[in-house]
């Protein structure tokens, strides 16, 4: 009896010493494993684009549908454009008018109308000439008409008319002279050419032509609306022949790569996380599937616990607001989806995140 007492207390000794053993070792490998590594939980988020048109007409044709993954500048949606192509034909021919008239200031007076103005000037000045010698011919025959009219060989009406004959030649002459001075100022302004003052106002509404046209040309280059990145539509708001305008949106686009989790870091834990740190997220939706991630946002500023993930534990437990990035190129991490986060300590330095990470990733 002795015996069996002695051995049933030797084997409790043992059962007990194997599961000190036990907890022992899971005590290590758990402490050693809170040691290597940070576990966080989130939700998955994404950024959102309504995208709308740059101005107001209705649609003629929306070319995706709701679900439908697109890449950066791709047509999404044209609006009727007849309105705006009929402005730009109308600016285009005001463009080439004002060249024209532009071309011709600078390009001064053609040598046909100088040599016309020239012409002109000489026939004038011949006019003048010829009214000069009528001039002194009538004053010629007044002198003697005069002289007879004294001795009473003549009557003084014929003295009389030889009077008025002179003054109609000398106005005559007169005339003859203002048209020679004007074709004067004629051909010099010819020789000239236009005023400079002409020559800027033409170009400065040249230059205002060219604004209208380059205006009207963005208002039909806006008549069609591109995706400014890659995502998923995930919403269609309005169809063909509704009337767009820049406030009313037609699609939401989802930029889901690169997607985030939204999680909260324990202010403890802060000095263990850095920027660039390579992380991996597990959601429930694909067990036993693994994606890398890394941390990309940890906020300056603590705050409470939110109470989307407030335990018992952490109701009074200041947290960071933290984003663990992840690409998404098969669509499978969706907005709202809860995750895991694992950002492992050992041999995980901070590393600079590139601009465009996904393409690297």
């Known amino acids: 009896m002795a015996a069996k007492k002695k051995i049933r ?40 684009v309504q995208l709308a048109f740059n101005d107001s ?22 609006l009727a454009a007849q309105r705006f192509r009929d402005a730009v034909d109308r600016y285009r021919a005001d463009v080439a008018e004002q060249k024209q008239i532009v071309a011709r200031l600078l390009a001064g007076s053609r040598p046909e109308e100088i040599s016309r103005a020239r012409a002109e000037l000489a026939a004038a000045q011949a006019d003048v000439e010829a009214a000069k010698a009528n001039v002194e011919n009538s004053r010629a025959l007044y002198r003697r008409q005069q002289a007879l009219a004294r001795k009473q060989y003549v009557s003084l009406q014929v003295s009389d008319d030889a009077r008025r004959g002179l003054l109609v030649a000398q106005a005559g ?17 010819a020789l000239l050419g236009p005023r400079k003052e002409d020559i800027s106002a033409a170009k400065a509404k040249l230059q205002s032509e060219i604004a209208l046209l380059a205006r009207a040309q963005k208002d039909l280059a806006d008549t069609q609306l ?19 305008n820049p406030q009313t949106p037609v699609f939401t686009l989802a930029l889901d790569n690169p997607v985030w989790v939204r999680a909260y870091l324990p202010e403890p834990e802060l000095g263990k996380v850095a920027l660039g740190m390579r992380a991996w997220i597990s959601t429930d939706s694909f067990p036993g599937k693994r994606f890398r991630g890394w941390v990309g946002f940890i906020s300056p500023v603590a705050e409470f616990t939110p109470k989307s993930v ?20 098969d669509h499978r991490l969706r907005l709202g989806m809860p995750a895991t986060v694992d950002i492992p300590l050992e041999g995980n330095p901070a590393h600079a995140v590139p601009a465009r990470p996904c393409e690297t990733h």
Request: glycine share 6%; with cysteine; charged share 20%.
């Open 173 to 189: 002459l007169d005339a003859k002279r203002k048209i020679a001075a004007a074709g004067g100022q004629v051909l010099r302004l």
């Open 310 to 329: 407030e335990t018992t534990q952490l109701r009074s437990q200041l947290v960071y607001r933290v984003r663990i990035y992840a690409c998404n190129p």
């Open 57 to 78: 007409e209705r649609i003629d044709k929306l070319l995706v549908d709701e679900g439908a993954a697109v890449h950066a500048g791709q047509l999404v949606a044209r």
């Open 9 to 48: 207390i030797i084997a409790v000794v043992v059962v007990a010493l194997a599961l000190i053993g036990t907890f022992a070792v899971r005590h290590f490998w758990n402490v050693r494993s809170a040691r290597s590594s940070i576990t966080l939980y989130g939700n998955i988020d994404i950024r959102q």
């Open 226 to 244: 591109y995706a400014p990145a890659a995502g998923v539509i995930q919403d269609r708001l309005l169809e063909p022949g509704d009337m767009a």
